[in-house]
């Protein structure tokens, strides 16, 4: 098992920035690839950013690029995302995520773990 927890969310002014973090526990001496989704309301669950174990791939999703750098501490157990230049579209919870098949951030029904989530709320 692998816990994922993760902090940094808040309510923040277009424009703005905010740093996700998720702190992992448990067997993290498997290589797991991890990474953030984000699940606005109403609306379904979908990929924001994602870092191999060695932290030397990562991917984003356009509407992101530029904007969000997805990092990982592999010492502390730990990954990151700073997210700069925030929209009121990027207003949503933001899950922290763990897959050992990088193909599991491309259908968020594939990851293995979950974080519960924080909550991040931009406003215009």
């Known amino acids: 098992q692998v816990q994922l927890v993760e902090s940094g969310g808040g309510l923040v002014q277009a424009g703005g920035s905010l740093r996700l973090s998720c702190a992992t526990s448990?067997?993290?001496?498997?290589?797991?690839?991890m990474g953030w989704f984000r699940q606005a309301p109403g609306k379904e669950r979908e990929f924001v950013a994602a870092?191999?174990?060695?932290?030397?791939?990562?991917d984003y999703v356009d509407s992101v690029k530029g904007r969000f750098t997805i990092s990982r501490d592999n010492a502390k157990n730990t990954i990151y995302l700073q997210m700069n230049s925030l929209k009121s579209e990027d207003t949503a919870v933001y899950y922290c995520?763990?897959?050992?098949?990088?193909?599991?951030?491309?259908?968020?029904?594939?990851?293995?773990?979950w974080g519960k989530g924080t909550l991040v709320t931009v406003s215009s």
């Open positions: 995520a763990a897959a050992r098949r990088w193909s599991a951030f491309g259908n968020f029904r594939s990851i293995e773990y």
């Open positions: 448990g067997r993290t001496s498997s290589p797991y690839h």
């Open positions: 870092i191999s174990w060695t932290g030397g791939r990562t």
